[in-house]
């Protein structure tokens, strides 16, 4: 059956490989960059390669909440449902810190606006078949400042993307649990991909990138899953792994969640 699935920071890296590999499987893909040009360059690529014609794109720059707001509409407007969210779009290296709000530039990006997103999109995806939300996590996971993701104590790049990857992490652990129809997992999708985040951070890459495509199209496609709401799939080791402590502490994720409420409000 084909799906509608629709891929967060699909311009690029793993993102745009599984997007290719699903078109190719016949699926509707809904490709989201932050760059128009680059978003329409993905779009004419992955159409060629797949030979599949129903390829739409989105823009918005998921450091700016507004704009994921505004995309969200945009999306309700055109799409009646939703069977796969791909919450893969995330930044490393960045020249700047801070978000336009003054936040943590690395919680907003690979954290709130994917929240706030799925939020959204929630009554499409609650009306899509078999429907699976799959957050891109990492095996970099830390314990939140919550000063730090305010933008009020500086710590380091390392801190702030694993800080950031763990919010992930322990909210798809509690959406899966409120939303049971649903198959919720995060995903570290493998460390040190050949792709710009990792070449760009760490100067050398340990896997090739389609270790992360694959297991992204993995995900999305095989039954195998469906058991598996709520649970961390780590690539490093092929297996569904115990994710960092704080995604089973109950306090710690109401506290999560009730401070990024209001910072989506
Ligand atoms: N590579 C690894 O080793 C590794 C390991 C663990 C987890 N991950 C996670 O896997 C996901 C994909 O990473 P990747 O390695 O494929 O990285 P990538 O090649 O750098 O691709 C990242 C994608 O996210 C988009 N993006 C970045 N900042 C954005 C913003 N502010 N607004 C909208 N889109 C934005 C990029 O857009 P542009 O094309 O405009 O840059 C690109 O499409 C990320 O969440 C990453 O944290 C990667």
Known sequence: MQKNIFITGSTDGIGKLAAI???TEGHNIYVHGRNKDKLDAAILE????????NIHGFVADLSDLNAVKQMSIDIKSKLTYIDVLINNAGVFKSPIALSKEGYDLRFVVNYLAPYLLTKELLPLIEKGSNARIINLSSAAQSDISYNAMLGKQTINVNESYAQS???LTMWSHYLAKQYKELTVIAVNPGSLLNTKMANEAYGKHWSPAEKGGDILVD?????????HSGDYF???????ASAHPNTYNERAV???IEFSNKLID
Not at 46 to 53: D, E, H, P, V
Not at 234 to 240: C, H
């Open 46 to 53: 992955i159409k060629k390669i797949a030979n599949n014609k």
């Open 219 to 227: 995900l999305v496609l095989s039954d195998e899953h469906k058991s």
């Open 254 to 256: 109401e506290q999560l």
């Open 165 to 167: 990857k763990l919010a």
């Open 234 to 240: 780590d690539n490093d080791s092929g297996a569904y």
């Open 21 to 23: 590999k699903l078109a």
